[in-house]
């Protein structure tokens, strides 16, 4: 097989197995993994050592250094807000306290030697923020304990290499061994050196693109480079301190006012996707039968005082006096799913650790890899009912937040309140939230688009979004800006024209948005609400079917959401009316009178 079929077919089996894991909700790093066994050890299809020889580690170190950008990308300190402390004492006595504590277990209780128990130690206090971002999303988890879980998982990333790191060095080092406190002061400052290294690129490439002097269609590849060269520059003077370089520049340029963040946070976030997939089908495949059968009954012992004792342990002592509730505690101290950069980081120097006479380092790789499949099952599959037990996650029905305050909105704003389904309304005109301040409304005064909205917002309480201003064009920025947020499937908008008469349709073509009422425009909805239409709510059963309902409306009354099975359907274009009993409809209706 050529190294351009195997990239090709693994990156169609890469799409494959992320379109499962979003079709039937599980954890697509579970099934990459599975794929990349199926593939190696399994049937022998693929070998990623005779494949790409000496090209598989460069491969996987710069997909490595690319995806911790993207994590590192995602941090702004706004996030943080009064969590400062707790995400402080996290990393900095956490951290180190999880190195000690997992490097004990992995010696007394997984009979690894104390050089490679010291360096799998430091691997495993990573949290893999490209697995715990996408749990975060789908439990709907409320701010304080996600900011906590996201920040320890993209700053432990580097941090738990780097820890890794420093041990094989010092293994592998024999000056390091002789005089360990001048070897470790010397690399104490080599990575403070890289770390303001990187802040300065990244500074300096803020200061390049307010300038000017790079158009916006180079902006991208630009980072993108820049990415690979900062890793690649900081590696020539210390082994893997491109990790710690890389995140920082990530670091540096989300805290700065650039004005296509967005958009290259979204570039780097489908990047770093598809290089999760392909590496871990890459390291998955290198695993052979024998190394599996390393794994006996301590490794089971060791994955139990890991999840049950360590973690805990380990968040008890750095969350002391930090403000986190006793529900937060307990959910952080469970919730710890290890990634890509276990994975890769154990593929790196596992096989380095066996070259140096340990041979106990070839555990590394398989025990890496029990640990992600119990963790990102164990977690990905609890940590909704578990955040729900401790009340952390918004378990209600998913919400709707409306954009544009007017008498439709508020009134079906209304409807949705009784019906306890969230509901915000956001207007940057404070006059047309009159309407919505007197029936007490919860509104969101600004520009929602704003990054400021952005951290103001729990934007994970809502399901949906309704574009309901008067602008065509601003509902089709609205669309635009929150498919990433909510998904296309999730993005309604009330039917406009402007001035010139076909900013509408353009727009509802391109973005594929559907109308709520789409054979009316604002203005008609409007002005049958001043000839006594009114949103109502009933409540369809078997004694009130809906056949029954529509003979007492007529043709006239439009549907607009159902709610049922804590969850609302919204009813537009494509809508679908359920055929069941035992749901709540929300209905534009006109007055008893109508002919």
């Known amino acids: 097989m050529t190294p351009i079929l195997a990239v090709s077919l693994i990156g169609m ?7 499962i894991g979003w079709r039937f909700k599980v954890p697509a790093i579970v099934l990459l993994s599975a794929a990349g066994i199926l593939l190696g050890p399994a049937f022998g299809l693929l070998k990623p050592q005779e494949v790409f020889g000496n090209s598989l580690r460069p ?8 995806i911790l950008f993207d994590g590192g990308l995602g941090l702004r300190f706004k996030e943080l807000k009064d969590m400062t402390r707790t995400v402080s004492q996290m990393v900095l006595l956490g951290a180190p306290l999880g190195w000690v504590l997992t490097a004990a277990a992995g010696h007394y209780v997984a009979g690894l030697s104390w050089p490679v128990a010291l360096v799998f130690g430091g691997i495993l206090v990573v949290t893999g923020p490209t697995v715990i971002l996408p749990l975060l999303r789908q439990a709907r988890l409320q701010s304080r304990a996600s900011a906590v879980l996201k920040w320890e998982g993209i700053v432990n990333d580097p ?9 094989y060095e010092y293994f592998a080092s024999p000056s390091l061994q002789h005089a360990p406190v001048f070897g470790f002061t010397y690399l104490a400052v080599k990575i403070a050196v890289i770390g303001f290294f990187a802040f300065l690129i990244g500074r300096a490439t803020r200061w390049v693109f307010h300038r000017g002097y790079v ?14 060269l900062v890793y690649a520059l900081a590696n020539l003077w210390q082994d893997e301190g491109g990790l710690i370089a890389v995140t920082v520049f990530g670091i540096t340029l989300a805290n700065s006012d650039l004005r296509n963040l967005e958009e290259m946070r979204r570039f780097k976030e489908y990047l770093s996707l598809l290089l999760v997939s392909l590496v871990f089908i ?11 059968a390393l794994l006996d009954w301590r490794t089971v012992v060791f994955l139990v005082i890991l999840l049950l004792a360590i973690r805990p342990i380990t968040v008890l002592c750095s969350t002391f006096r930090s403000g986190v509730t006793r529900q937060e505690l307990l959910f952080i101290g469970w919730i710890a799913p290890r990634g890509i950069v276990c994975a890769a980081v154990c593929g790196l120097l596992g096989p380095q650790m066996v070259g140096l006479g340990y041979p106990d380092g070839a555990k590394m790789v398989p025990l890496a890899f029990s640990i992600i499949f119990v963790t990102v099952i164990g977690h990905g599959f609890t940590i909704r009912p578990w955040g729900r037990r401790l009340g952390l996650v918004y378990d209600s029905i998913s919400g709707l937040l409306i954009v544009g305050c007017n008498a439709f909105t508020v009134e079906l704003a209304l409807r949705l309140q009784e019906a306890d389904v969230p509901v915000l309304i956001a207007d940057n005109d404070w006059q047309e939230l009159r309407l919505a301040r007197q029936w007490q409304v919860p509104l969101h005064y600004g520009e929602i688009l704003s990054e400021d909205a952005e951290f103001k917002l729990e934007l994970s309480k809502y399901g949906d979004l309704l574009a309901a201003s008067g602008d065509a064009s601003y509902n089709a920025l609205l669309a635009t800006h929150f498919a990433h947020v909510f998904g296309h499937e999730h993005l309604y908008r009330l039917a406009t024209e402007d001035s010139a008469g076909n900013v509408e349709k353009t727009s509802a073509e391109t973005l594929k948005v559907p109308a709520l009422l789409e054979s009316i425009q604002q203005d008609d909805v409007m002005n049958k609400m001043k000839r006594g239409w009114k949103i109502k709510t009933v409540r369809i059963s078997e004694e009130y079917p809906y056949s029954l309902y529509q003979q007492e409306q007529g043709s006239h009354a439009v549907p607009l959401i159902s709610i049922n099975n804590l969850r609302i359907i919204i009813h537009a274009t494509e809508g679908i009316l359920p055929t069941e009993s035992g749901y709540t409809l929300i209905a534009f209706t006109p007055p008893a009178n109508i002919s």
């Open 13 to 19: 089996l890469c799409m494959v197995c992320q379109w």
């Open 59 to 66: 491969i996987i170190s710069m997909a490595v250094a690319i």
């Open 159 to 167: 941090l738990g290499a780097l820890f890794a790191v420093v041990a």
């Open 215 to 228: 158009p916006e269609f180079l902006k991208q590849p630009a980072v993108l480079v820049m990415v690979l």
């Open 282 to 292: 890459l390291i998955t495949a290198t695993l052979r039968w024998q190394d599996l």
